[in-house]
């Protein structure tokens, strides 16, 4: 058993790395024989597997730092996942997700034999040039299952390990550990990395914006929470706190009431995926509800009409709430800006055609994955980028925000100035840094504020075109290749046509299949002008998947 740390820094400045070896077969050995994959959203798997794979992490993660010079995020979380499961992935400073090139080396890390962690760590550190003497911080997070403790033990032993400085944040939601990131490498520009300076720095904004009335014409100041079971719910007693009477929220699904299970008939996830109200809410009808998944990053709102119908608004709607209303606010400030919106494949039809045939704000296209949305908003002065499933933020350049200050200086206009810092306010309501589901409620709430709208209100933009969601389980789904931001299929030879065929038979009909990058399985999307056409349209396309792409198990069915 290795014993003394100084021990182990000393190895670390010789470039002799045996003592992480031995760390590792003493206290974290490598016990499964199959490869895991750094994926859309880091490592996933049963927690009680991930023991090792949390180690390397912690060596990783202070590679990364030493190579980036900064300090570096660790959250352990499998999200929407079910309680057992558990997941890690790396924040990179400036609090965005890990640079896809070194997904590679995370992958590589997370396989090797114990006897070979050694030598890849030579490797990375020759091939990089790595300078192993620097003092590194990692902040590390976790959300609320049991078995992040453990893991996040076997992770800061892997810190340690490399001579790292593993700085505990404790339970946190995914978007406040990226939020603490990037405030530490920003030096505390882009506030204090600390909860309390985060719950103050929405709230102050929240509560600037809102003003002093807090019944507007149909927006009624009430909302209904519902916490997952998990840090979400934890976490929105703070804001109920500091937000006082500016907001009331109606909290449900908290754990520490216990009377839940994490994600478990609850939860954003559960919300979109079923397309129904959750469990351990209140069925009131026509009252604005919402959810967030295990670890605080995706919203989804909903009402139940009086049929007890469940309306969903899910991430479309939220991000054309707010290109709207950022539009507007920026267009009161007299300023030209490139303001754009990105979606997914998943989006639904109708809300593109609203969004660039009536807002006249242009789309693009990205891949699955908060990563890709977040790299290709990077690209507009404004960029708003939202996954159906109610992940997603707002990106605004710093050289917009320096554009703001500088006009702010130079304006002779009141009213051009009071728009501006209203804009300046709508920015600080906003985790820039990667979706926020708490910041993005605050953000919603605030725009129906100001429109003194209803849900119904917000619903009423436009329709959404019926569409379903199914999974094929098939022997390799690296045999599905995709291209133009997945929504065409070049491999296996024939599978689009065969789409494109059955697609050609539906009234507004579309569909689109791809392998998933957090599931052993290829999804299939497909929408249609009523509910039993895309039904129909959704399990045409998934046998034709399973026909062509080598399915596996008992053919799909409704
Ligand atoms: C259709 C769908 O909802 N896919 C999800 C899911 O990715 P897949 O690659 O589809 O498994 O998990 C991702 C990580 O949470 C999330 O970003 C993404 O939106
Ligand atoms: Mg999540």
């Known amino acids: 058993m290795i014993r003394s740390q100084a021990a182990l820094k000393m190895a670390n400045n010789n470039h002799n790395y045996k003592t992480v070896y031995a760390f590792a077969r003493e206290m974290h050995p490598k016990t499964e024989k199959f490869d895991v994959q750094y994926g859309t959203a880091g ?43 558990n997941g890690v992935k790396l924040i990179d400073p400036c609090g965005e997700m890990l640079e ?105 904004a929240f509560k600037k914006l809102r003003g002093q009335k807090f019944d507007v014409g149909n927006y009624s100041n009430e909302v209904f929470y519902d ?17 006082g009477d500016s907001l009331k929220i109606g909290m449900y699904n908290d754990e520490l009431i216990g009377t839940g299970k994490l994600n478990y008939m609850c939860g954003a996830d559960y919300v979109k995926t079923t397309q129904s109200f959750p469990h351990g ?11 967030v998944d295990g670890d605080a990053d995706r919203l989804m709102y909903y009402y139940l009409d009086e049929d007890k119908k469940c ?42 055609k609203y969004i660039t045939k009536k807002l006249k704000v242009p789309v693009s296209f990205a891949c699955t994955g908060v990563k890709y949305l977040h790299h290709q908003a990077l690209k507009f002065e404004i960029g708003v980028y939202f996954e159906a499933n109610g992940h997603g933020t707002v990106i605004f350049k710093k050289e917009f925000k320096e554009k703001l200050r500088s006009a702010l200086k130079d304006s002779s206009s009141d009213e051009v100035k009071s728009a501006i810092e209203k804009l300046l306010v709508v920015i600080d309501l ?72 059955i697609v050609d038979k539906y009234n507004a ?40 792409a080598g399915g596996i198990g008992p053919e799909p069915t409704l």
């Open 509 to 548: 009909g579309r569909s689109f299949v791809r392998p998933s990058g957090t599931e052993d399985l290829v999804r299939v999307y497909a929408e249609a002008s009523t509910r039993e056409e895309a039904d129909q349209l959704a399990l045409e396309i998934a046998l034709k998947v399973y026909e062509m």
């Open 311 to 352: 309306h969903l608004l899910d991430g479309d709607r939220i991000a054309i709430l707010i290109a709207e209303y950022l539009k507007e606010v920026v267009e009161s400030t007299g300023l030209e800006v490139d303001l754009g919106l990105v979606q997914t494949a998943y989006a639904n039809g109708a809300s593109t």
């Open 43 to 85: 490592f996933r798997a049963k927690a009680s597997t991930l023991g090792y794979v949390m180690y390397r992490m912690g060596l990783l993660a202070v590679l990364r730092a030493r190579y980036k010079k900064g300090c570096i995020g660790v959250m352990i979380t499998a999200s929407h996942n079910p309680e057992p499961d």
């Open 100 to 204: 896809q090139s070194w997904e590679k080396w995370a992958t590589k890390f997370a396989n090797v034999g114990d006897d070979q962690l050694e030598e890849v760590i030579n490797e990375i550190v020759t091939q990089l040039n790595i300078e192993m003497t620097q003092r590194v911080e990692i902040l590390v997070g976790k959300d609320t299952r049991p078995s992040s403790p453990s893991l996040a033990k076997a992770l800061c032993d892997g810190i340690l390990a490399l001579s790292g400085k593993p700085i505990d944040y404790g339970i946190v939601t995914t978007p406040q550990l990226h939020y603490f990131v990037y405030c530490r490498n920003s030096r505390h520009e882009y506030g204090l990395p600390t909860e309390e300076g985060y719950y103050r720095k929405l709230c102050n």
């Open 227 to 243: 916490g997952a079971n998990g840090v979400g719910a934890k976490k929105i007693k703070y804001f109920q706190e500091c937000l």
């Open 281 to 291: 809410v209140p069925q009131e009808i026509n009252q604005r509800c919402c959810s």
């Open 430 to 501: 906003v985790n820039e840094t990667v979706g926020d589901a708490i910041s993005d409620m605050l953000l919603v709430e605030t725009i129906l504020h100001s429109k003194g709208w209803s849900v119904q209100d917000w619903e009423g933009a436009y329709t959404d075109l019926p569409n379903r969601l199914m999974k094929v389980s098939v022997k390799d789904r690296a045999k599905i290749q995709t291209t133009d931001a997945e929504r065409r299929c070049v491999k296996p030879d024939g599978l689009q046509d065969a789409i494109d065929a």
